[in-house]
């Protein structure tokens, strides 16, 4: 895969310029993904629909809050259809508006979608169920495990408002990881970040496993 070609890093102590540089960078890194060749896509695909099972084998009974893929993102509906039949569940984000936090909704291959925030597929006419794993989608990603997305802040600000911590899985691929994201004071890291590389965990919270029969994450999240 060809490198990708970043501007310069800004002044970490001027939050202007990083600000700035992250469009940048986000630009330049959505325009590579967009131009990746479609079977390198697939094969890095599939390697990570694995990667993301082995991950959830251990937490056959936890709800999975995942993202509706977009702009040539890792279509994970696949391994989350597995986990469904395996007898896990599954939810989608509805984004209620600009600035809101997400709102997960219960979701199976048979649930009615229509298209929400920004014109992506979100779920009706279904319950809204706590997450115990949320995977997030990585425009790009740094070694600290902070995630650069869309800019819309939406992953961050839900994470900060729910009342229990779900597992949080950042899914993207290896070239678009950058040296430092030059992150806002309130973004979260992710706890494990999955490419077509593997699995690399950031925070305790990424290993053990647990059984969400009772439906209720144990204090410690290690099984979220």
């Known amino acids: ?7 310069a890093p800004p002044a970490k102590s ?3 310029a990083a ?6 960078v986000r630009k330049a890194l959505l325009g590579w993904r967009a131009a990746m060749d479609p079977s390198v896509h697939h ?8 990667a993301i099972a082995e991950i959830l084998i251990d937490r056959p009974k936890a709800t999975i809050g995942f993202y509706w893929p977009i702009q040539n993102e890792i279509d994970l509906r696949p391994v989350i259809e597995t986990h469904i039949e395996c007898g896990g569940r599954a939810a989608l984000p509805v984004v209620p508006g600009k600035d809101q936090p997400m709102v997960f909704h219960d979701w199976c291959a048979d649930t009615q979608m229509v298209a929400g ?5 979100e779920p009706v006419d279904a319950p809204v169920v706590p997450v115990h794993v949320m ?3 990585l425009v790009g990603f740094d070694g600290r495990g902070y995630r650069l997305g869309y800019g819309g ?7 900060a408002v729910m009342p229990v911590a779900p597992l949080v899985v950042g899914v993207g691929f290896e070239a678009t990881r950058v040296d430092d994201i030059f992150p806002h004071q309130y973004d979260i890291p992710v706890d494990i970040i999955v490419t077509e590389a593997g699995i690399r965990p ?9 059984d969400h029969n009772k439906g209720a994450s144990p204090p410690c999240y290690l099984s979220s």
Do not use: N, Y
């Not at 895969?1 to 501007?7: G, H, K, S």
């Not at 950031?202 to 647990?210: E, H, L, R, W």
């Open 1 to 7: 895969m060809p490198r990708i070609t970043l501007p």
């Open 14 to 16: 001027d939050d202007g």
């Open 19 to 24: 600000e700035v540089w992250r469009k940048s």
């Open 43 to 50: 094969t890095f695909s599939v390697s990570i629909r694995k």
């Open 117 to 121: 925030f920004a014109k992506i597929p």
């Open 135 to 137: 995977i997030a989608p």
């Open 153 to 159: 802040g939406f992953f961050d600000r839900t994470l």
């Open 202 to 210: 950031m925070t305790d919270k990424a290993v053990g496993a647990g």
